[in-house]
């Protein structure tokens, strides 16, 4: 009788089941227990769509961030997960299955950045042809190796991801009709200038934290960083009104050794793609896959061109582009400047009231010949010097180093004293300056998007603060040339 009794008590204790089958797709498709919530708790704990949703319906969604855990104790993933909705708490407990529990203890989804899939491919594809033509070495370095370096060394794969963030804010701002094959994430420009800004930020930090401790296992990928810091600060802009690309401008008052804050400018890391070439031997450097970058007659138009290899013919005749009569205007600013010295000595039995401005007009006055002459010499070697053929005709050539093609060599080499002389907004300096930005046009910067909208910037400020009459038609071919190429 006691068997009989037992086994009627315990089929009396068991709860009698109803088969549900009005479990979310979701649920179903993966074969875990759905508790059939609005959204379902799986599809809510993986930041999925639920179909239990009604079509229409609203429902909040919150982001946790990657590698940060969820009050389970998992790592959650960066996509979007939708907030659980309120609903009338219930006394039920519903019992867990071997199955749901195998669930609870999977890896989240893998989670993808498409913004940063969006910059990678798009700097393989379009931003690197941009450095160097298809199909060369250099252009195989920029398609293949950079992004094999930032794999290694995180700060140069930001900027990656931020030269190609400001391209395409670049190509943003134009007509459709002009990149009709690129297909965008985003579709305005200011995104992607924010998208930039954050990787540059990113890369700048790592970059400034990898300088501190240059050696040959790094120095690649900081001579990388530097080019591409280059490439960013460039194409980011003038900072300010007062942003003369080599530096912002002060009152005349104002010491060149002010200690007041400065907007970032293209300088200092010019200076630093300078200082890693002056720490490493160009053996040490340029090893591996940074030998394309090496500097030739017909490389890579980067910022720090260093060959002494003899180019032989101007780059308008050997690339096909239209010559610009440039002697004539740069010796007439050379006269102009020299005109400008009141003398260089220093006066027997010290200086005097008045001297010691004289002494600084000399001291002005050659720098900013110098740079003129240095400038001069990357004019010669685009365009060409006029001389008398056999047959008395003119003939335009350039024998020179061919590192003088390379526009950027001029920032390269520059003297501190003439950024000094410009941020003091020297009149002569100012003049120097605003005949280089001819040179970032089309034609000597070729794809260079980078250097877009400075040449009319530059040139409207050293109108501005010039005053004399004399400096102001020294300025006037400036003016003219400028507004041709912008036609």
């Not at 940063?116 to 033509?133: D, G, I, Q, S």
């Not at 190509?171 to 990787?199: C, D």
């Not at 010691?356 to 010097?385: F, H, K, N, P, W």
Request: hydrophobic letters at 35%; proline letters at 7%; glycine letters at 8%.
């Amino acid at each position: 009788m006691t068997t009989a009794s037992s086994s009627t008590s315990s089929k009396r204790s068991i709860r009698p089941h109803r088969k549900s089958r009005a479990g979310c797709t979701g649920c179903k498709r993966r074969k875990v227990k759905c508790d059939e919530e609005k959204p379902c708790s799986n599809c809510t704990r993986f930041g999925l769509p639920c179909d239990l949703v009604a079509e229409g319906a609203s429902v909040e969604y919150s982001t946790r961030p990657f590698g940060q855990r969820d009050s389970t104790g998992r790592y959650a993933s960066n996509v979007l997960q939708p907030a659980a909705p309120h609903h009338p708490t219930t006394t039920a407990t519903s019992i867990p299955t071997p199955t749901s529990l195998c669930t609870e203890d999977a890896d989240p989804p893998a989670a993808i950045s498409l913004d940063n899939a969006e910059l990678l491919l798009h700097f393989v594809n379009a931003v690197a042809a941009t450095f160097a033509p298809r199909g060369s070495p250099a252009n195989i370095f920029w398609t293949r190796e950079a992004p094999q370096i930032g794999l290694s060394h995180t700060f140069v794969l930001h900027l990656i991801l931020a030269s190609s963030a400001f391209h395409l804010a670049y190509l943003a701002a134009k007509p459709e009709s002009e990149h009709t094959t690129i297909t965008r994430l985003h579709q305005t420009r200011t995104e992607y200038l924010s998208l930039a800004q954050r990787h540059l930020t990113a890369g700048l930090s790592g970059f400034t934290a990898a300088l501190s401790e240059p050696g040959p296992e790094n120095c690649g990928a900081l001579y990388l960083g530097a080019v591409l810091t280059s490439y960013c600060t460039f194409a980011a802009g003038p900072a300010s009104r007062d942003d003369l690309l080599i530096c912002t401008t002060t009152d005349g008052g104002t010491p060149p050794s002010s200690s007041a804050p400065e907007p970032v400018t293209a300088m200092p890391f010019v200076y630093g793609v300078r200082l890693v070439h002056q720490s490493f031997t160009p053996d040490v450097l340029f090893a591996g896959p940074l030998a394309a970058l090496r500097t030739t007659s017909s490389g890579t138009s980067g910022p720090s061109p260093v060959s002494t290899d003899s180019m032989g013919t101007p780059v308008y005749a050997r690339d096909g582009f239209a010559r610009l009569d440039w002697e004539g205007p740069l010796h007439g600013l050379r006269r102009f400047i020299a005109g400008a010295d009141a003398g260089a000595d220093e006066p027997e039995g010290g200086l005097q009231p008045g001297d010691r401005a004289r002494l600084r007009t000399a001291t002005t006055t050659a720098v900013c010949l110098q740079s003129l002459d240095d400038m001069m010499e990357i004019y010669a070697a685009l365009y060409g010097r006029r001389t008398t053929g056999p047959d008395g005709a003119s003939v335009f050539t350039y024998d020179g180093p061919s590192a003088n093609q390379f526009v950027f060599g001029w920032l390269y080499r520059m003297d501190l004293e003439f950024v000094a002389c410009v941020r003091r907004r020297e009149p002569c300096a100012l003049l120097v300056l605003a005949y280089y930005t001819l040179l970032l046009n089309g034609d000597a910067v070729q794809s260079g998007w980078y250097v877009e909208g400075w040449r009319e910037h530059i040139i409207n400020k050293v109108d501005e603060l010039l005053v004399g009459r004399e400096e102001r038609e020294v300025l006037v071919w400036v003016k003219e040339q400028a507004a041709m190429f912008s036609g």
